[in-house]
């Protein structure tokens, strides 16, 4: 159910309802938006009547709401969200780049990463710390220890930073350290974790599952904004498919479908959705163009020796280049992309 | 097998290369390059011996080709194939577009949607008079009359004219009346009919079957240039997946493996891709932005009456707009649109 | 619409309601059941009232089919449809084999394959004459010296003869040949060859597309119906998906599907569908389980120096023990397979 | 890297090759065989020598494993592994059938289900205590006072218990209910909480993901071999497809699959691999006919009632049906199942 309030509505008739909402054992969300508020109730087992919600002063109208989903819903909130992340908007007018190495794999290496990512006018730093790896055999990360160096590195160069945490203990590890917390695709559905992050009240990269529908994506990220944290950024991976030239499908069909059933920015991260270095860059320019709010892109010092994913992973110079190609695409769609410092 | 001739290599020596070829009951094909000429050989069962070849005078090199693939290769012709339509360069430097109805459905309805063809920039019109549906009771284009009409409204807007063909028959009617013959996703591996059309001789319109590999896209093209008929143009128009937004999965990551595996021309088709009228622009752009060499859309001039796909046809207006802002795109790939006439 | 007959209609009164139906300009398709007949209706553009049929003597109702199938739909025709070929009833109690090679390849390789398929229980031969290959430069058959083989072949051992045709030449070559004309894979939504096929009258062997949905197949024999040749037997042979292990992933879960929303029969294809010969054995029990009336499998009497798929052709005492274990199974499922000859 | 012992190799042999490979900062799995003893090297980050093994004394062959798991592997392990839960033994001869509710509702509920098990045939208890659900707002179990019924309704007829858990905690508060831990589909590459489940030493049955290989379900199984555990379970239950008349598309294709790669047993969830009732025995038939060592299955005393996937339960005299119908399938495929108690 969504109570739509007056655009006159006060800030008393307001607080009524929200309190009448939780009298009756539910939970209210206040949804502030631009010409008027709207409150979410979430909690209820079945249907509510509207009528004894639509008698109460300020509100314009109680609606059922037919979808699973309802916090992130477009319906709920006409505006796009904005994410703040330090200084940098995601959602906004302005592309958003976040680029970096896929594991931090020493000092020298996340230190120099920075630099490079910032030369190249993206504006967050990402670096995995704890890698989820199809072996148990495989390199896992440098944990604590990594989270510490790109923290300041990030520092260092002005970059807000992005790493992904899979559990409790390395999600509490990450709270001092990053400004931006990864859910990644495998734990998309992982609602342990989702609730935990959601908890820490910090901005969330949500990642869409390799086979997780539009309506399973938006439920996820309602896990989220039904705890009370309303700043999660959707990202686009690549789903999986029966591809003979790239590891994933890059899905760019979903950008304009999110950004019809949703108010929350959605990011695409080429690098896992084509897992080739020659195609990041295409890929990279068509997600803009097809209206991304941004993009997470891989890239390393010197890939070739890098301890994950090294080939799908941008040279420092394709990196420039590829932001430099996304400034000439940026206002074709109404965006605009900061030229380098 | 692939003989790489000197670049000095004379005339006489490609002759006696060919008729030596010919000679041991195999088909020569000569692809003449910017620098030099290679010579495909086709035909064979087993392997040939490289050195036979290499003792001919004006051989370079004899190159065992791996793949079953040859004469799509661009290790077989490293130069971008252009494909001519009339005064259109499909594969070059400046972007095709190709627009206009699902299907021819009256003659007023064709003139008109020449028109705003026309008057959009986009430079060739389609129009379908054989309709392959999935159910027999479907609207199935009106043949012969269809094939008049539109060629009538191509000659007074000066368009070529695009047009599917679905077997012998068909083919043989449209070959007097288009420019260019579709084969359709679903007759991707009909080989009957690629070779039927191949031996036309005119430009082929080949779409990716929508659980097509890109092995099995190419040597789909590969049968129509092992014919002689080098005119291919290849069209990504989405996958079958899980989606629950989208009609098809539209599949960007085979644009730059396309370009890297072959020299034919790639376009995309965001109305089949998406299959909702608002996806089209959005993917249209990202098509664009990865490289592809042009469009195919749907467009009509009152798609809330179109006898099909109506859903996932542009408005006219929408037309003008989508054109308009893949010319701001082009210049950021290298790629040019000429304005509006 | 389909209109549904009293129990004791008669002869005349159901000529009556045919006759009233053409004489609207439609076309009428009788459809005989154990306890009644339905008269299905096609050639409508839009809606028929249901009234004006409901009036005529000898009808109980007219009902409107909301699905674009009809014919093949069990709605209409509630009774299992069973295909005759020669002695042999599929879609009956009795679980129909069919086994064969792959390709005919020489005559004495195709009287030694019927050889083995007699001696294994199988009750029909087959054998491509005509192959539709991926690449242009693969085995594409033998043609009319295969198919006069495979004739022979099944003479002598009493077998009716399976064999895939590709377009009208081939077609109208196979007809004096063979017994059940097959539809490949990839030409399922080939409407052109469908219904050449079908005007021949001969029973249809009908294969669902790797990336065909349950709508799509059974519309794909609506065609076949719609023209009045009602011998169709679907074949469910593994759909297109991202498996690291098979060829293709089989989809045994359309059988029940199938069984539910269709009178027609079903047989499963393990040997593409599983594309390993060790896979074959298991899977067709499974199919057999599943309910399916039937199987299709390659069998080659030297599968390691076939011309064709010889990695996925049982060898032939694996046949045998294949055809063993599914008399053990068929009493489970309400089937019969009778012993060796 | 595994080390191949003597069949005569004694046990001090076998010790010395473990201390040495611990020596060199490695792990060292034993793995006892009916003939022989095999150790597995895990830890190692590149390729290890094969010569300083073999000279060690009882060593007979270092072997190089090119795959990513190794403990799973069949090469590791020839014979297959029985999983022993109370006095039931899965992946030996005799078929485990596991029945139950989607989740625990109520004491009544679980115990009604219980005897209607047991008066089944089956030989183990589901029923989810924690249940991960897309929707925020769905009913997501009732935690430990579930695993308190469903333990007492277990012990009472005699059966032991299978239930999911999702997270650390969920997984402590199991521990003393359950005798089978699930991970759920979704949860397959949680690794975390595969590492929490499988330290608990309790057999584990792991699902296969929805759009997991065959590559990452073994290397999901991996982890917990890789910590001392090796009573896994593995489970297929359906992947992501395109299918438009079931849920999921169950892969029966693994589990001859998974039978070639590796030891473990594998069972097979009709009723999530369908996602609808009528398909539920069909299904089951031919999951056992492919070879697989059970069934785990959804039923509900009164499934138009139940609050999750009553869709997809089996009522009670389903249940019997289809498990009268195995028993008649066994024999096939060299089974028992033994007759109702």
């Known amino acids: 159910?969504?109570?739509?309030?007056?655009?006159?509505?006060?800030?008393?008739?307001?607080?009524?309802?929200?309190?009448?909402?939780?009298?009756?054992?539910?939970?209210?969300?206040?949804?502030?938006?631009?010409?008027?508020?709207?409150?979410?109730?979430?909690?209820?087992?079945?249907?509510?009547?509207?009528?004894?919600?639509?008698e109460l002063p300020g509100v314009v109208q109680a609606v059922r709401v037919?979808?699973?989903?309802?916090?992130?819903?477009?319906?709920?909130?006409p505006e796009d969200t904005i994410v703040q992340v330090g200084d940098v908007r995601i959602g906004g007018t302005e592309l958003t780049v976040i680029a970096g190495p896929c594991s931090v794999e020493s000092r020298e290496q996340i230190f120099k990463s920075a630099e490079l990512v910032k030369r190249s006018g993206a504006?967050?730093?990402?670096?995995?710390?704890f890698k989820p790896r199809t072996s148990p055999y495989s390199f896992r990360g440098l944990g604590k220890q990594a989270l510490d160096w790109i923290q300041s590195a990030g520092k260092e160069y002005d970059l807000p930073v992005v790493s992904e945490v899979v559990d409790i203990e390395s999600c509490e590890m990450a709270?001092?350290?990053?400004?931006?917390?990864?859910?990644?695709?495998?734990?998309?559905?992982?609602?342990?974790?989702?609730?935990i992050v959601a908890r820490s009240g910090k901005p969330i990269l949500l990642k869409r599952g390799p086979a997780a529908s539009l309506d399973e994506l938006l439920n996820a990220a309602e896990?989220?904004?039904?705890?009370?944290?309303?700043?999660?950024?959707?990202?686009?991976?690549?789903?999986?498919?029966?591809?003979?030239?790239?590891?994933?499908?890059?899905?760019?069909?979903?950008?304009?479908?999110?950004?019809?059933?949703?108010?929350?920015?959605?990011?695409?991260?080429?690098?896992?959705?084509?897992?080739h270095r020659k195609m990041v860059s295409p890929l990279a320019r068509a997600a803009v163009a097809a209206g991304a709010d941004g993009l997470i892109v891989e890239m390393h010092p010197d890939?070739?020796?890098?301890?994950?994913?090294?080939?799908?992973?941008?040279?420092?110079?394709?990196?420039?280049?590829?932001?430099?190609s996304l400034r000439q695409i940026a206002p074709a769609v109404g965006r605009t992309l900061n030229p380098r410092p």
């Open 303 to 324: 890939p070739d020796h890098a301890l994950s994913d090294g080939y799908q992973s941008l040279y420092p110079t394709q990196l420039d280049g590829m932001i430099d």
């Open 223 to 275: 896990y989220i904004l039904s705890i009370g944290n309303y700043n999660v950024i959707l990202c686009e991976r690549g789903i999986r498919g029966f591809s003979d030239f790239s590891r994933n499908t890059l899905d760019l069909n979903i950008v304009p479908a999110v950004k019809e059933a949703s108010h929350l920015p959605i990011i695409v991260d080429p690098s896992h959705g084509t897992g």
């Open 175 to 195: 709270l001092p350290y990053v400004d931006v917390l990864q859910v990644g695709a495998r734990n998309m559905q992982n609602f342990t974790l989702i609730e």
């Open 123 to 129: 504006q967050l730093l990402r670096g995995g710390a």
């Open 66 to 77: 037919t979808k699973s989903f309802k916090l992130v819903s477009r319906e709920t909130k």
């Open 1 to 54: 159910m969504l109570i739509i309030m007056n655009r006159e509505a006060t800030h008393e008739q307001i607080q009524n309802v929200v309190a009448y909402i939780e009298s009756l054992g539910l939970r209210a969300h206040e949804i502030p938006g631009e010409s008027r508020t709207a409150i979410g109730i979430t909690g209820n087992q079945g249907a509510l009547p509207a009528a004894q919600f639509e």
